[in-house]
C-alpha cells in the first residue's frame, strides 16, 4: 500500500470516502486502508472493550499466517496483560498509545512477549483509544510485522487527525446498526469476560500473601524487579524475597514457569466462578502439598 501525505488532494479523497460510509458495515475496512496508508502500518485490528466483559473483536485484516497466532490466544485469555487492554483498565484519555511508550521498559525480555507476543511476529504497534459510551470503548490497533519493508512511521501525523477519527468512530457506532451488535456481544460475553477479570484479580489470593500477589500480577504484565519496586515503594532487595517465597511456595522456579502456571490455571476456571484459578489448577492435578498452605 503506497503512503499518502496528509494534506494531499488523494488523502481527502480517502477521508471523504470514509466518512460517507458512516454507518455502513464497510466503514471498518475504509478506516483501516486509510489509516495504514497514512502512518505506513501494514495492519489494523478493530477491538470493542466492554466494561465487565471479555473484549470482542470488530474487524481485522489480518494475513491467515497472522490471525490465528494473534487472535486466538489473545481473547482466550492473553488480552488480560495487554498493555493497551491496561490503558483501558486504568481509564486513559482517548488519544494515541504506541507501544514502546507504554509497554514496561522490560517488555521485550518477559514472558508475555516471548510466550505469546513474539508469535504475532508485530514489531511495533500503536493502538487509537476511543470511548464511544460509558460502558464501551474502541481499540483500533495499527501493527507493523517482522518481513516488512523498512518505512518511516508517521505517528504525528496520526495525531493531528486524531481530532477527525475519534469523531467518525463516535458518529459510527452511536448508530442503532452498529451499537446493536456490540451489545449483543458483550452480552454473550459477559459472564466469560467477568469470569477472566476476577481470574486475574485472585490469582494466588489463596495461597499468597497480598503483597506476594502484587508482585506476580506486576511481573506478569513484565514489569522488572527495579520498576516493582519504585511502584509499591519497596526496595529491589524485598522485591527479591517476596519473589523466592513464592516461587517456593508455587514450585516454580522462573518467569516463564510462573506465565504457563497463570494460562493454564485461567483456562480451568469454571464460568461464573470467583475463587484463586490456582484452586481449581490444584485439583485437577490432585496436588497435596506442604507448600501450598494459605499465608
Not at 88 to 97: F, L, Q, T
Not at 243 to 260: C, G, P, T, V, W
Request: aromatic content about 12%; glycine content about 4%; hydrophobic content about 35%.
Amino acid at each position: 500500500m503506497t503512503q499518502k501525505h496528509l494534506l494531499s488532494d488523494e488523502w481527502y479523497q480517502s477521508l471523504a470516502e470514509m466518512i460517507a460510509l458512516i454507518g455502513n458495515n464497510d466503514f471498518s475496512q475504509c478506516f483501516a486502508q486509510l489509516c495504514q496508508s497514512l502512518t505506513g502500518y501494514d495492519s489494523t485490528v478493530l477491538i470493542a472493550f466492554l466494561k465487565y466483559q471479555k473484549p470482542s473483536l470488530i474487524f481485522s485484516n489480518l494475513s491467515s499466517k497472522d490471525e490465528t497466532p494473534t487472535l486466538g490466544p489473545y481473547f482466550d485469555g492473553a488480552f488480560l496483560l495487554d498493555p493497551f487492554y491496561d490503558l483501558y483498565r486504568n481509564k486513559a484519555a482517548d488519544g494515541i498509545y504506541r507501544l514502546s511508550d507504554v509497554a514496561p521498559e522490560v517488555f521485550s525480555e518477559t514472558e508475555y512477549y516471548r510466550s505469546y507476543f513474539k508469535n504475532t511476529r508485530i514489531i511495533d504497534e500503536s493502538a487509537m483509544m476511543v470511548k464511544i459510551t460509558e460502558e464501551i470503548c474502541l481499540s483500533a490497533s495499527f501493527g507493523l510485522r517482522d518481513g516488512s519493508k523498512p518505512r518511516e512511521l508517521q505517528l504525528r501525523e496520526l495525531r493531528k487527525v486524531f481530532p477527525i477519527l475519534a469523531s467518525t468512530f463516535r458518529q459510527h457506532w452511536s448508530r442503532e446498526n452498529q451499537l446493536a451488535p456490540l451489545l449483543d456481544k458483550g452480552t454473550t460475553n459477559g459472564q466469560f469476560g467477568t469470569t477472566l477479570e476476577a481470574a486475574f484479580s485472585n490469582f494466588g489470593s489463596l495461597y499468597l500473601t497480598k503483597r506476594e500477589c502484587e508482585i506476580v500480577k506486576l511481573i506478569l504484565k513484565g514489569y522488572s524487579s527495579k520498576s516493582i519496586a519504585s511502584l509499591l515503594e519497596i526496595s529491589v532487595d524485598t522485591v527479591k524475597v517476596h519473589r523466592k517465597r513464592f516461587h517456593n511456595k508455587l514450585d516454580i522456579s522462573s518467569q516463564a514457569e510462573l506465565f504457563s502456571l497463570f494460562l493454564e490455571a485461567i483456562s480451568m476456571v469454571p464460568l461464573g466462578a470467583e475463587l484463586d484459578p490456582l484452586h481449581y489448577y490444584y485439583s485437577s492435578q490432585e496436588i497435596v502439598d506442604k507448600n501450598l498452605t494459605r499465608p
